[in-house]
């Protein structure tokens, strides 16, 4: 017997799409900004916890460490715990870890929160794109990604020029009590409108692919580390940087072989098959670069050689936000349109680039 859809559903429908679009963007930013967000407030932390350059920086690289390595075993734990209490899970996390960094009272208990924090938050970005596809029928999706990727490029820079007026104007720790009435909003709607996909059986204990958690982890953490304290321990002249290079080499080597080789693999690397899903990673990698490599820069440079304060270095990323915020929804509804995406996707990056080079200069 055919279920006649009326008028009431498809409205009541549409309104759930419009509550779950919301709350995966607003989670999604809540993981982004905060990864930028700190680095107008270094300089006070460091004033105020009695930390070194070398201590304040862990701040910024247990986030990244837990980041890289929970991010990959996002579609495997939400197919184990259901996608919807996942997610739900992974906000609590990252709100609680929130109140935890404001009331820290050494740079070491900062550190760790921020890890925990860390692996809350990593979820929340992957987990909210795929949310969001599933909500939306395909025709409407590129609009759909749009909005979401609206969030996630201006996350980057609405971080510093946040972070900045919270610190001029209150202290450090309100850095992060700015999660908590977000995080509470979000877990909310997530438990109400959120539903999770029906999977196939969740895996026993003996089928989980341990050893493949042990090598991501010893990669992806050593490399974290490799790259944020290389410069400042001259490299490979410092033992324990050569040590986790041929960790993370080693990390890598084996990860690769074992999820190409064991029956239940934590990441399934059988989907690079797929050409467009390689060029789209590799696009991504190096977008990250520019992305986040100038979100960071940017403030440490303009406060600590330029003497200006948190909030004007924040301020000179706010451009870029707005620009971003203006082209998303026109590029979604040209995707709609059917205009190839691999002449956009160029035009993109050549304008990227060329803009970058420019402020180099």
Known sequence: MTKVVGEDDLVEYGFRRIIITITAVLCALLEIVDTTIVNVALTNMRGSLGATLNDVAWVITAYAIANVIVIPMTSWLSQQFGRRNYFAVSIIIFTTASFLCGNATNIWELVVFRFIQGLGGGALLVTAQTIITESYPVAKRGMAQAIYGMGVIVGPTLGPPLGGYLVD????????????????????????????????????????????????????????????????????????????????????????????????????????????????????????????GSTLIIPIYTQSILGWTATDAGLLLIPGSITTAFMMPIVGNLIQKGVPQGYMVGVGFLIFFFFTFGCLK
């Open 169 to 292: 104007h209150f202290s450090w720790p309100y850095i992060f009590y700015i999660n908590i009435p977000i995080g509470i909003i979000a877990t909310l709607l997530t438990l109400t409108f959120v539903k999770s996909p029906k999977y196939g059986e969740k895996l026993k204990a003996n089928q989980v692919d341990w050893w493949g958690i042990v090598f991501l982890a010893s990669f992806v953490g050593s490399l974290q580390f490799v790259l944020e304290h290389g410069q400042q321990e001259d490299w490979f002249n410092d033992d324990l940087i050569l040590f986790l290079s041929i960790v993370s080499v080693v990390g890598l080597l084996l990860f690769v072989w074992r999820e190409l080789t064991y029956k239940h693999p934590i990441v399934n690397l059988s989907v690079l098959k797929d050409g467009n899903l390689r060029i789209g990673i590799v696009m991504c990698f190096i977008l990250g670069f520019g992305l986040y």
